[in-house]
DNA sequence: ACACTGTGAGTTTTT
DNA sequence: CTCACAGTGT
């Protein structure tokens, strides 16, 4: 049955499947069927050198990478997948400390900070240190802790040679007392803690060393220090290492990715075994030079060259928008053009530099209701009320976590501020239990007066929710939670358009929690849905059934392919971004961040820039990228200048020359006596006489200039 | 204690 | 522009 495992691979993929025991490097060309050998491979040392699936470790960065693994491997070994592991670096570190954590300190339980809990913690660490948050701003001195970290320097091993050095020597130490004082890890601590853990206790290496006798890391190149030692300490006893990456694909600089580790992997193991995939299976013949003339603009690679037999295709279209707006409509309508063709709507994706680019081709696109997703930006687990639940969980699987106690104690409002706060602070110090064990004894905590009373009830609501931790029911418990606190109802009370949207974002958070009582089936518990939770992104929130558009920032498309993809922004300033205009390293990275953006492209790739864009306030006038001036021979130009525009809706200033008439255009803003604010999407009918107004909370409504009171902002 | 207002500052990418 | 925070008045 196995023997046509191999069958459609080619000679290079077929030599990297089959590779056995010792280490292996894969370079892996954008496209180049990287996942299929992995997955491969692994079906092979199944099948072929009978390795218990047991004994396999897959280590990706991305939740969607795991889960897109797991199922392609499921497809050549069937159920036997279920025994494979297949994680994400963070994934696999977090439950390896839930197991082993009590060895280095960790309290069943613990707690995940995510990058705002982190921020929290940090400006109390600040206020505490009295360190003025002008000369230390609490983003720095966490990116510089991060950066400790992912090195794997602690905080005594903190240099202190210079007085700022000093200050985040000072910093680190306190922010890590108290992330330890509150049973919580950040993220960065995950892989530090664990590699900690490995150096301390031999014994308990050896038994992981023993149990992954095969280890495969995905996107190689994005890995830090911390992550390439943990790695290292793994495979260090059986040297069955097999990495695959692409030095082209290197995007993750900023959060301390150490490029030196593919391009010196042959170095750290001397025989290692290097295989080249050249071969793109994914684009055009045109969209494959188009990428290949870019990247061969940095001199700082390993070098290569991809190739493909698929056809040539047309070549990328670049396009020339008066505005922002303009550029999003353009898009519309080509997407429109293009599904009259064939195409589907789930086969095209909007890359973009930043997130905030994406509002105002939400905008065009909800003014033409087309179906879109939206990857990241405002991310369904970092919205308020859905944080709010998530700390009351976390201080029922973590009574010791000052952050999330902080969080919730006042909601909903129970009139405990910050001056009680610091009482309760006071009394806790000198009580060695949690701080439900010192709000349990409210009644000896001096000064209370009439807060007293709403803290015991607080106390008793929270003793009592612990009774129902262990019986691994968390939508009961969650619902419990609604009733009990009264915060379902606090919302529902409020009946602002908001609250409401908050109520239905909590009933979809019940489906979040019944789909992981699904899966985890007998093992559901807890800890064991924060921890999953805490590690999740959007991303993974999202099936591909639905017909919609992609929207995304280039750096979540990685890994992913479409047969249409939309660059955008394509600026000097924006994309490269202004920040590494000065820094030739920066300047390389923002080149590799475009061929990856133009190597998702299957059949069509669009770039498009605008002449004026409205950025951090103000309109800008960027000149074209460098990117597309690099590329002179490998795209075609439409400038609509010298074309009549194809939208049904623009807001090219000599349109609106001619309405005579109308004091409205699209694109102003108008407040509404019922609607509130929006923005005017499209005026038409006869004499301008009706006007389409996208509201911020009303969402798209028609209506009549006669009748609707406008006023323009 | 809290709701409101105005000021001021910082604007990338994410597990 | 948007968010966070300090200061104000209730």
Known sequence: MKSDLLENLNPEQKQAAMHYEGPLLIVAGAG????????????????????????????????KAASEMKERVRNLVGPLVEYISVSTFHSFCAKLLGIEGENIGLKKGFTIYDSNDSEHLARRVLTELNLDSKRFPEKMMLAAVSEAKNSLISPEEYPASSFSEEKIKQFYTTYQNKLVESNAVDFDDLIFKTVMLFRKNPDILQKYQTRYQFIMVDEYQDTNHAQYILVALLAASHKNICVVGDDDQSIYSWRNADIRNILEFEKDFPNAVVVKLEQNYRSTGSILQAANTIITNNLNRKAKKLWTANSEG???????????????????????????????????????????????????????SLPHIIYGGIRFYERAEIKDILAYLRLLANPYDSVCLNRVINVPKRGIGKATMEKIELAHLNNKGSYLDTLLKASSIPNLGSKLKPLSEFAKLWYSLTALIDNGNITKLVETIFEKTGYMESLAREGTDEALSRIDNLKEFLSVTKNYENRAGAEASLEGFLSEIALITDIDRYSDTNDAVSL?????????????????????????????????????????????????????????????????????????????????????????????????VTSTPQKHNSWENCQLKSGDKVLHATFGQGIVIE??????????????????KKLLLEYAKLEKL
């Open 32 to 63: 180049s069927g990287k996942t299929r050998v992995i997955t491969h491979r692994i079906a092979y040392l199944i099948a072929h050198y009978h390795v218990p699936p047991y004994n396999i470790l897959a280590v990706t960065f991305t939740n």
């Open 314 to 368: 047309e070549k990328p279209l670049l396009y020339e928008a008066a505005t922002e707006r303009d550029e999003s409509q353009f898009i519309v309508n080509e997407i429109n053009r293009l599904t009259k063709k064939g195409f589907q709507l789930k086969d095209m994706a909007i890359l973009y530099r930043m997130n905030s680019q994406s509002r105002i081709i939400e905008e065009v696109f909800l003014a033409n």
């Open 552 to 648: 995304m920032t280039i750096h979540s498309a990685k890994g992913l392919e479409f047969p249409v993809v939309f660059i955008t922004g394509l600026e000097e300033g924006l994309f490269p971004i202004s920040r590494s205009l000065y820094d030739e390293n920066q300047l390389e990275e923002e080149r590799r961040l475009c061929y990856v953006a133009i190597t998702r492209a299957q059949k069509l790739c669009y770039m498009t820039y605008a002449q004026t864009r409205f950025l951090w306030g103000q309109t800008s006038f960027n000149s074209v990228s460098r990117f597309v001036e690099e590329l002179p021979e490998q795209i075609d130009s439409y400038s609509p200048v010298k074309k009549v525009t194809p939208s049904p």
């Open 683 to 700: 005026v038409k009918g006869e004499n301008h006489s009706e006007v389409v107004v996208a509201f911020h909370k009303a969402g798209l």
